[in-house]
């Protein structure tokens, strides 16, 4: 019971020096993103990230402002309740000890820390995936087969799918929880599971809907087609899950297999785990970094590592307690070199983040991509932008026009102008004859795209920056101004 109390009141004091670290990084595009669907009331969006995540970011600015502190103010608190979440099943799963180790192993999994300071959907999946275990596992005790557990099940799974629709991960977790645990396949035609894919799959329809009237950008972008490429895979499995914990979750999940295992009360952790893990596996490098909603499978993956380690006979106690104290310092150094240094490597793996992502180019990035670049040098962006766009004449002459989304949405929230920045996929008939700043990161752009190009009268190179942070190049600019923008005839 010591060790409990002691227990809460570190994952109090983490959840304060979190609190502290949230002004210290610049909003991430997927954070710029939800604070550009508040700023500019387009709530009902699915374009990349859901509507939950920019109502968490507006409740936020309401209580902490408008800074990267107000957006986030809610991802430490929502890590918190992951923790809680964690020690509760792997306490009702197997003993309070067990669960202590759990909470200790997930808080130093970079990934989850990296969750804890981002209000992106991984943020919100490491809650609401337990919570939705959790209920499905008050509900199946239950007699009554519209036990209000089985609604608060499907609250969490509705949840997921507007965090991070349409949420695959978790239907299949949920569908694979009762076709793998004993006794429990009677169950899924049960009022209490139809309720939870009614609740999904409306949700789901609405995803849908959204896509066909915007013009299918999810299945334009690719996202719908897997990462076939196994070892780049599992190198971002290396970055966000620490090299000795993967090898550990593996050697855990072997021992899961075993027969009372799987046929216990137990097997539904594994039962989550196996689908989530497989689906992030081969979808998890199509999200935006620092989104890493894929790998709340390491959730589930500490509490078969925590029981294993507890109740495993073939090392000495004090074999054991030197594996723990290597594993979790190693974790726990690699969860602060991710997030406060610029020399995290994606080793090999292309992420969206890397300069011409290409197989070929892969092997190159190695000591080259830093998964924190996204994090820095926006503000100082958008000063050069402000500056060019001064000395061109002001906001009232000229409109900002971004080369991709990315850029916009973090423009729009640094620069601080009333006035929208665009992007090439928005609607720019409302300014025809204006003239505008045009802003890449391409460096290798000589101009703008050619649907941009034609639609101007003529444009010029203005400006070529780069954005330095700790004497690294973390941006790259260059500003062309365009003239006299016409409008597209239909």
């Known amino acids: 019971m010591q060790r409990q109390r002691f227990l809460f009141a570190a994952l109090g004091l983490l959840t304060l020096w979190r609190w502290a670290l949230l002004p210290t990084l610049e909003l991430a595009p997927e954070e710029a993103l939800a604070v550009f669907r508040v700023k500019h009331g387009q709530w009902c969006s699915f374009f990349e990230i859901g509507p939950l995540v920019p109502v968490f970011a507006r409740l936020g600015m309401v209580i902490g402002g408008a800074g990267e502190f107000g957006v986030r103010f809610f991802a430490p608190l929502l890590a918190l309740g992951a923790s809680l979440l964690v020690w509760r099943l792997a306490r009702d799963f197997f003993d309070e000890q067990i669960a202590g180790w759990a909470v200790v192993i997930v808080n130093v999994l970079p990934a989850f820390n990296l969750a804890a300071v981002t209000l992106t959907p991984g943020t919100l999946n490491c809650v609401l995936v337990p919570a939705a275990a959790l209920c499905v596992r008050s509900a199946l005790r239950q007699a009554d087969p519209k036990h209000r557990a089985w609604w608060w099940a499907a609250a969490c799974v509705v949840a997921t799918a507007l965090a991070q629709p349409p949420a695959f991960a978790t239907i299949a977790a949920v569908v694979c929880v009762f076709g793998l645990s004993k006794g429990l396949r009677h169950r899924l035609h049960g009022s209490g599971f139809r309720g939870i894919l009614a609740a999904w799959s409306v949700v789901v329809l609405c995803w849908l809907v959204w896509q066909g009237w915007h013009g299918w950008p999810a299945f334009a972008a690719g996202h719908w087609l897997p990462e076939w490429r196994v070892i780049p895979n599992l190198m971002r499995w290396i970055v966000l899950a620490s ?5 550990l979750f593996v050697v855990a999940v072997r021992a899961g297999f075993s027969s009372a295992m799987l046929q216990s009360h137990r097997s539904l952790p594994m039962a989550m785990l196996l689908p989530l ?36 006979r073939t ?66 962006s958008a000063k050069v932008v402000s500056a060019v766009l001064e000395q061109a004449g002001g906001a009232g002459a000229w409109f900002i026009l971004a080369g991709d989304w990315p850029l916009a949405v973090e423009l729009d929230h640094y620069l601080g102008q009333a006035g929208t920045v665009q992007s090439p996929a928005s609607d720019l008939r409302s300014f025809a004859g204006r003239s505008a700043l045009f802003v890449t990161e391409d460096r290798d752009a000589k101009g703008l795209p050619d649907l941009l190009k034609n639609r101007f009268q003529r444009t010029e190179l203005l400006s070529v920056a780069r954005v330095m942070h700790a004497g690294n190049e973390v941006r790259w600019l260059k500003i062309f101004a365009c003239h006299d923008y016409r409008a597209p005839d239909f």
């Open 243 to 247: 090299p000795l914990l993967l090898v």
């Open 277 to 312: 893990a497989g689906i992030d596996l081969f979808y998890g490098p199509h999200e935006i970094w620092p989104d890493t909603g894929g790998v709340v499978w390491m959730l589930f993956a500490a509490m078969l590592l925590a029981h294993r380690s507890t109740v495993a």
């Open 315 to 380: 090392a000495v106690i004090e074999q054991k307690i030197s594996l723990r104290t290597i594993t979790i310092v190693l974790a726990a150094l690699q969860s602060a070199f991710l997030l406060q240094t610029d020399l995290p490597r994606t080793l090999g793996l292309t992420w969206r983040f890397s300069p011409k992502p290409s197989a070929e180019t892969d092997a190159a990035h190695v000591f080259t991509a830093d998964p924190s670049k996204t994090l820095r040098g926006w503000r100082e």
